[in-house]
């Protein structure tokens, strides 16, 4: 799954594709290096970002979806919060509805999750993101977060959204310290074991840069996020969504390629 952040903020790529053609060049580059989903925001959830009205958020990745619809473009996901954004992107010709709330931020939002037939990601997410690094804290963050899931997939279904439409993702750092991060990244496997198919977003976060001080910019966290995709990989998880996809699958298609190898 491939990043088009169309906001003037987001951490890693805020500001670089304001504009339509801008827009639509950077999605045609994801889509060359061989993205199988394109994943489009029009607000930032970056710790400390101001949030967006929704008919600012509309304009951003409206124009954008409804261009790339009518291309032989792959599945578009619509990376919002809100639930008049992810109607107005369905209808533009989005059929995945990302929720970094994972269906929480509004009453309505898993009846219109129902309603639009879409699929959604339900991500975990420990706070709001204005707050959520302040003091993040667990008992035990793995089974914290698979209890929240496996609870937000049951609250998604009794509103009528069909399991089969239903992915979930423990939602790298939002609202987690290097310590949560990392043992959720060691344990992706009790994530993948709850049954539905994991979404994994490690690329260009903070805490590669806590690991490495040397990227402290998030472009030149690339090798580190491709060390968290192959550990997703290995877990069993069905998707990872980065901004660095030519790299990404350079590196899956060598670990994949590995993996055939071997003998039984
Ligand atoms: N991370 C970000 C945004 N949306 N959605 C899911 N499902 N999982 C994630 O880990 C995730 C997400 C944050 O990254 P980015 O979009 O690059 O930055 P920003 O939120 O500042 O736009």
New binding site residues.
């Given amino acids: 799954m491939g ?1 088009l ?1 169309l ?1 003037p ?6 500001g670089r594709y304001e504009g339509l053609e801008p827009a639509l060049a950077q999605a045609r580059r994801l889509i060359g290096q061989g993205a199988d989903i394109l ?1 489009i ?1 029009g607000e ?3 710790p400390g ?1 101001s949030p967006v009205p929704a008919e600012a958020e509309i304009g951003r990745v409206v124009p954008v979806i409804t261009a790339l619809a009518a291309e032989a473009a792959p599945p578009l996901s619509v ?1 919002t919060m809100k639930p008049q954004v992810a109607r107005a992107a369905v209808a533009a010709g989005a059929t995945i509805w ?1 929720d ?1 709330t994972a269906l929480s931020h509004a009453p309505d939002s898993a009846d219109v999750a129902a309603e639009l037939g879409c699929q959604v ?1 339900l ?1 975990h997410m420990q706070g709001e993101p204005r707050t959520m690094q302040a003091t993040p804290h667990y008992e035990d963050v793995t089974a914290e977060v698979c209890a929240f899931l496996v609870d937000r997939a049951a609250a998604a279904m009794a509103a009528g959204v069909a399991r089969e439409k239903i992915w979930l ?1 423990p ?4 609202g987690k310290s290097l310590d949560h991060n990392l043992a959720l990244l060691a344990h992706l496997d009790a994530v993948c074991a709850l049954g539905f198919p994991v ?1 994994l ?4 976060k903070r805490f590669i840069a806590a690991i490495h001080p040397g990227a402290e910019a998030p472009d030149a966290r690339a090798p580190g996020s491709i060390a968290a995709a192959l550990a997703g990989a290995q877990a069993g998880v069905a998707a990872v ?1 980065v ?1 660095d996809v030519g790299e990404t699958i350079q590196a899956l298609d060598v670990w994949s390629a590995i993996k055939a190898a071997r003998r039984p």
């Avoid at 903020?9 to 805020?14: C, V």
């Avoid at 939602?171 to 939002?174: A, E, L, V, Y």
């Avoid at 977003?201 to 260009?204: E, F, I, Q, Y």
């Fill in positions: 990043v952040n906001t903020d987001s951490f890693s790529d805020g994943d925001g930032s959830t970056r970002a990376d990302n970094v990601v991500m993702d939602g790298i750092g939002f979404l977003g490690a690329s260009r969504r901004h």
